[in-house]
T-cell receptor, first 111, second 113 residues
Framework: QKEVEQDPGPLSVPEGAIVSLNCTYS??????FMWYRQYSRKGPELLMY????GNKEDGRFTAQVDKSSKYISLFIRDSQPSDSATYLC???????????FGQGTRLTINP | KAGVTQTPRYLIKTRGQQVTLSCSPI?????VSWYQQTPGQGLQFLFE???????NKGNFPGRFSGRQFSNSRSEMNVSTLELGDSALYLC????????????FGPGTRLTVL
């Protein structure tokens, strides 16, 4: 079983829709939770970084962490064609630099 | 502030050869981590160097090695290349603290024929 599970999609939605992306993880030692966005032929770029359960909002993006169920989510409001990319969840243990990634979800926003 | 740079961007090698990839971190960052990205396995951690010392290591064979120089630049070496080593190799730099963001470079696309 992988430490982080993420549905690879692909996911295709119309412009303006609310997008929900999700991951589950297996080890309660993971304390830090991230979402990265990766455009084709580019390296991943950090979107959201959270340390605890609850919600964190940044513009059209909201990251949600539920440590009790080991479930993390990313919501994108008013989705734009420029949001089309692969979204990767990642988790980290305290004191470690080893990011453990989900498989990535390929998202397409159709104009 | 310049971002993470990786050279070369693309590389084609044949089985059995060896290859060296280079990563220059963001100025002031002392930690460099290397990751392998493939369609089948996704992004997997190779190793991390901090102040010229390997601090963390993933589950890759000994053919994969690295080093870090006093200016924090890092190199990754793969010896006796196999077809399965074809991948995008990404490096990420950070200050070295767990709570600090890891910034990724554009990657080196390695193709093994």
């Amino acid at each position: 079983q992988k430490e982080v599970e993420q549905d690879p999609g692909p996911l295709s939605v119309p412009e303006g829709a609310i997008v929900s992306l999700n991951c589950t993880y297996s080890n309660s030692a993971f304390q830090y939770f991230m979402w990265y966005r990766q455009y084709s032929r580019k390296g991943p770029e950090l979107l959201m970084y959270t340390y605890s359960s609850g919600n964190k909002e940044d513009g059209r993006f909201t990251a949600q962490v539920d440590k009790s169920s080991k479930y993390i989510s990313l919501f994108i409001r008013d989705s734009q064609p420029s949001d089309s990319a692969t979204y990767l969840c990642a988790v980290l243990k305290e004191g470690a630099q080893k990011l453990v990634f989900g498989q990535g979800t390929r998202l397409t926003i159709n104009p | 502030k310049a971002g993470v740079t990786q050279t070369p961007r693309y590389l084609i090698k044949t089985r059995g050869q060896q290859v060296t990839l280079s990563c220059s971190p963001i100025s002031g960052h002392r930690s460099v981590s290397w990751y392998q990205q493939t369609p089948g396995q996704g992004l997997q951690f190779l190793f991390e160097y901090f102040s010229e010392t390997q601090r963390n290591k993933g589950n890759f064979p000994g053919r994969f090695s690295g080093r870090q120089f006093s200016n924090s630049r890092s190199e990754m070496n793969v010896s006796t290349l196999e077809l399965g080593d074809s991948a995008l190799y990404l490096c990420a730099s950070s200050s070295g603290s767990t709570t600090d963001t890891q910034y990724f470079g554009p990657g080196t696309r390695l193709t093994v024929l």
